[in-house]
């Protein structure tokens, strides 16, 4: 055998570096290590096959995690795939960049594999296929429970790693009791959870909640998994709670300990299975009820987990019942908590200009009376289905633009490739860089029109929107991921743009986007404006006022029912509330 050893050396470098979060390096200690690998010829069957593939992999994701060059990161784990093809890691990154990038050339072939691989290797780990990405792929639902419940195992195998083999017993010994606190506990506590308390989604939508909780003689305590930054986010979240820890690089022990000191009765966990995410935690139950919300909108599959939280919209009954392990808080109008009214107080005009020219920092585009039809979304969340009804509208009627993000910018060359398939020149697809925090709603009010996809909803993008007074048009879907568009415009009061189905939606599309409707995308604007100021969707000491009142009554159920988590119905004001089996 050709000697690798120092091939192997290298290997291990780019694993601490890329733990280190080193990726340039890590990149470059992968990269040598394969030319090695190729001056000495490692191309036998076994032990050199595993050790390419190894190589090719690492760094393919050291490469991804720069977030530059990804048409290199998605060779490196096909070459992965190649060199051995019974190492699923390597393929299950591939297709997720092939999303990325909407590379959907070969999309069919990839998951329907990705499917039968599943369903034929019952004991093969899907994990690593990662639970929120699965969410916008094109498989079943028993697939993504699949991918769930491996995920699952592996946090409890995290936990078995750390000597904690029986969370119970150790719960029985390290954590106090909350619950039989509630009839001696003056105020009611709760605790967040999260690696997200910074300016990224999560952190600015929940901003202002614990201060309207405190306002409501509610202690919150913050726990947060990564470092504070500078921004404005954290002061408003600090603000407002009674405490706040950073718990990064703490044992799963530590915090679960270190949230039960806090005495609180209720511990949400804001990440699930997205980055950062400490779902182990939740194992040990350091408070009286656990609420999986907002960051991971689909079940945990972990049974520690009490709640999640929804609405009627988002969660109906028919979707709900099969596919999650938590019992459900069904909120009255909108599930997702939302901070604009704080953080944007903007000021709009009825009725805003339209420009000759729609200018943000590096494009000018959509000239005369071009209608914008725009998407801010991530592309993994587009796909090809979305992207057939835009470019149906687009070859139908040339006074239509398409405005999408650089999310990421390699993306562009596919769908320049797949417009043109459709017989709509690329350059009526118009796509700009993120823009700035501070301005973005602004320069995004140049959109005439927001079109959802339907692999997985707007999430903050499409409240952004909304909020910018954007008419939205949506189609809700088989998930929870797919169906965040519906629950906005249902609380919003505007359920006459939630398709029916996919023609519906491109049929929408089109009516909106005619010359001889004009007037009604004018009156749709106008009436969003003053929506978004009325409706039950951005009010957020309201919902902070409904978020409470479910989790008085989750607390009371598990408390009174030898701690089996009953449904929690909260009803729109001036009805009574609901306890469901």
């Given amino acids: 055998a050709a000697d690798s050893s120092n091939i192997r050396v290298l290997s291990e470098l780019g694993l601490k570096l890329y733990g280190s979060q080193q990726f340039e390096k890590a990149a470059s200690a992968f990269s040598i290590a394969l030319h090695r690998a190729r001056l000495q010829n490692i191309h036998l069957p076994t032990e050199d096959q595993a050790l390419a593939a190894e190589l090719y992999n ?117 954590i106090v009791p909350a619950c039989p606190l509630i009839t001696t506990t003056k105020r009611f506590s709760i605790s967040l959870l999260s690696a997200d308390f910074n300016m990224r989604p999560v952190g600015k939508l929940v901003q202002s909640l614990p201060l309207f909780l405190s306002q409501q003689d509610v202690d919150v305590h913050l726990f947060s998994l990564e470092p504070w930054d500078s921004s404005s986010v954290v002061e408003t ?21 270190t949230i039960n000191k806090a005495g609180s009765l209720v511990l949400i966990d804001l990440n699930g299975y997205t980055d950062g995410g400490r779902a182990e935690v939740t194992i040990l139950r350091p408070a009286c009820v656990h609420v999986n919300y907002l960051g991971y909108p689909a079940s945990m599959g972990i049974n520690e987990f009490d709640y999640i939280i929804g609405d009627r919209t988002v969660l109906p009954p028919e979707l709900y019942s099969r596919n999650f392990v938590e019992s459900l808080i069904s909120l009255p109008f909108n599930y997702m908590v939302c901070d604009h009214a704080q953080s944007y107080p903007m000021t709009m005009s009825e009725n805003p200009p339209v420009p000759n020219a729609r200018t943000v920092p590096g494009k000018t585009f959509g000239y005369g009376n071009t209608t914008v ?64 925090t501070e301005d973005h709603l602004q320069y995004k009010r140049h959109a005439d029109i927001l079109a959802d996809t339907f692999e997985y909803n707007a999430h903050v993008s499409g409240l952004d929107a909304i909020w910018a007074g954007i008419p939205f048009i949506t189609l809700p879907g088989d998930r929870m991921a797919r169906r965040s568009g519906a629950s906005f415009l249902a609380s919003l009061g505007a359920k006459e743009l939630i398709a029916r189905d996919e023609n519906d939606y491109g049929d929408i599309l089109q009516l909106l986007t005619s010359d001889s409707h004009a007037s009604k995308l004018s009156t749709l604007r106008r009436k969003f404006e003053s929506l978004r100021l009325t409706s039950p969707l951005y009010d957020t000491p309201a919902w902070a006022a409904q978020l409470l009142q479910s989790l008085r009554m989750a607390v009371e159920a598990v408390t009174n029912s030898a701690k089996l988590a009953h449904h929690v119905i909260v009803p729109p004001p001036n009805h009574s509330a609901q306890l469901s089996t």
């Fill in 237 to 257: 979240l600090v603000m407002g709670a009674s405490s706040a820890v950073v718990v990064k690089g703490m044992s799963s022990q530590r915090i679960a300990t």
């Fill in 373 to 436: 039809v725009a998407n801010f979304n991530h592309l993994q969340k587009l796909g090809p289905n979305t992207f057939n009804q835009w470019m149906r509208v687009m070859s139908n009627n040339p006074k239509v633009s398409l405005w999408l993000l650089k999310f990421p910018g390699e993306a562009e060359y596919y769908l320049s490739d797949e417009a043109q398939k459709s017989g709509v020149s690329p350059f009526r697809v118009h796509m700009t860089e993120k823009i700035a």
């Fill in 58 to 174: 690492g760094l393919g994701a050291s490469i991804e995690m720069t977030h530059k060059n990804l048409h290199t990161a998605a060779f490196c784990y096909k070459s992965a795939f190649k060199s051995m093809p019974s190492y699923f890691v390597a393929f299950f990154s591939s297709i997720h960049m092939s999303t990325r990038l909407c590379d959907w050339s070969n999309r069919t072939v990839e998951f329907n594999f990705f499917e039968t691989l599943l369903k034929e290797n019952t004991e093969l780990d899907s994990s690593a296929a990662g639970p929120i990405f699965v969410l916008h792929y094109p498989v079943a639902t028993e697939t993504i429970k699949r991918v769930i419940k491996d995920r699952a195992q592996g946090v409890r195998n995290k936990l078995a790693s750390e000597g904690i083999v029986e969370p119970g017993k150790w719960s029985q010994k390290h």
